[in-house]
């Protein structure tokens, strides 16, 4: 009997899982390139994101039509954003927050506001838009989120949105047709290398109804490879070659411009 | 030419090497005219562009080490340093540089680094400045009176000269205590780790006035003591806290060594009273610059900074 449910209930998951792709729409994107590098002549990129919301004859019609969200997290860092005070006359470093593993780059970018695409619960769980991502702060020994308005959360995004790391962008995802859209990803001169997470989400009439993710990854490419990585995982011998290098100018300049 | 950008790996963002180059120049002018090593002109220079003063200071050592070697290799050839006297500095040196870059990484943990290094450029350019310029503006009205220039060497003995342990230097005919030698060497070490200075513009003065070395020898065993500590300095910071950018230090010290030639020549052609004026007004200003920085309401009072990081 028991046995009998069991298998009852597997085949029942098993035409789930085969019925739900056929009725709901399948997100389907891609990166005009995964593998970014840095040379030295590096400047900032574009990427490009295209996309298709992939129906079948069953899928039910969407009356209010599509929205799109894409949110593209850098590598996370943990870092400390620092308030200057004046004290005994001059202005000091006083107070500091922790964020704990935020992302070191952002952007959420859509057709349209995030207020027009879902509701502010939906908005918060699905963490849309730099008010609801989370940025868990280290409180004494506890992490946590705070509220929005948090003086240092505040003040932590903009200096990012200045920088040009953190944004959000409510027009920057374009329909080309009703289910072909693309966006640019911008990528500062100074975007941090790693990888990137790129999470797609299509919603219609306020409900999240299909998720994709990807990643591409940024890199120091030649050069700046090299001379990075030295720096790393060989620093004492990197500071020796740099030694030796400023030796080699010095020597070099005392040739070169040598009047007796 | 004038366009080009060159991403710093290190200090992760993108430079226009012209202004880079053209810094290290003008940088390298005025270290020529002086016979400095011109840190404290470089150092907040790169700051005052973006750098994070950590980088600043880690590369300024590199650009240092390499123009106080080509200045130590003319000496060389004149003879004009005492070897024996550099190494003594040397000793203190070393420790004191290995000191600064300790005292450095526990700043940057704790987030006061930037602050640390703005009130040491404050206090020690400023004091330093002002005494250069009533030094050299007194030393120009006795030259207008018709009076002699030098510098007096004062009285022979001090309560320097009744510390044990004296060391005779012969190429500075001088027979002294190696405590204030090593003593020396450590403020200066422990103060270019710290600060991204050479130091030559305080040690110089030391050397003449506390050991009373001759004036023929002491730019040259400077020159010396900076590059030992520099290179060292150079080697602690990439070994701790992974700060040296080899591309800005490269683009630092070609344009350093360049300018400094011309200085050199330009500052053969001014009275040395004058030079000091001029050094010590250039000092001072550096010095205005960090106070303005300090007492003034900051326009943005938040800073974000990688943790251990400043």
Known sequence: MMRWRLATSAVLVALGLCAAPANAERLVTSLSNYRVSIASNFTGADLVLFGTVDRDA?????????????????????????????????????????????????????????????????????????????????IAGDVADVVRDDPFRMAFVRLRTEQGLYMERTNAVTFLTSTLFRTAIPLPADAPIGTYQVDVKLFADGTLIAREQSAFELYKAGFEQVVANAARNHGFLYGLGTSALAIFIGWLASVVFRRD | MTHVQIYLPIAELSVNVFLIFVMGLAVGFISGMFGIGGGFLMTP???????????????????????????????????????????????????????????????????????????????????????????????????????????????????????????????????????????????????????????????????????????????GTSMVLTLVTMAFATIMHAATNHLVDMVLALILMVGGVTGAQFGARAGQKIRSEQLRLLL????????????????LQPEELYIVRAQGAT
């Open chain 2, 280 to 295: 010590g007004l250039l000092v001072l200003a550096v010095g205005l610059r960090f106070a303005f920085g300090l007492v």
């Open chain 2, 45 to 219: 220079l790169l700051i005052f562009i973006g750098i994070s003063p950590g980088v600043a200071v880690a590369s300024v050592t590199t650009h240092i080490a390499a123009s106080s070697f080509t200045g130590a290799i003319t000496y060389w050839r004149r003879r004009a340093l005492d070897p024996a006297l550099a190494l003594m500095l040397l000793v203190g040196g070393t420790i004191g540089t290995a000191a600064g870059v300790w005292l450095f990484s526990l700043l940057r943990s704790i987030g006061q680094l930037d602050l640390t290094i703005g009130l040491s450029y404050l206090i020690l350019l400023g004091a330093v400045g002002s005494l250069m310029v009533v030094e050299s503006a007194q030393a120009i009205i006795r030259a207008r009176r018709g009076r002699p220039t030098e510098i007096r060497r004062g009285g022979s003995h001090t309560w320097i000269h009744g510390l044990p342990f004296k060391l005779r230097f012969k190429q500075s005919k001088i027979y002294v205590s190696t405590i204030p030698v090593w003593g020396i060497g450590f403020f200066i070490g422990f103060i270019g780790a710290v600060m991204g200075i050479g130091g030559g513009f305080l040690l110089v003065p030391m050397l003449i006035y506390v050991l009373r070395v001759p004036t023929n020898v002491v730019i």
């Open chain 1, 58 to 138: 069953r899928t039910v019609a969407r009356r209010g039509g599509y929205d799109i969200v894409v949110t593209v997290t850098g590598p996370r860092q943990t870092v400390v954003t620092w308030r200057k005070d004046r004290i005994a006359g001059i202005w000091v470093n006083a107070e500091s927050r922790t964020f704990v593993d935020a992302p070191s780059y952002l952007a959420v970018l859509a057709n349209r506001p995030a207020d027009a695409i879902a509701g502010p619960e939906l908005r918060r769980r699905l963490q849309i838009g730099l008010n609801d991502i989370l940025l868990p702060q280290d």
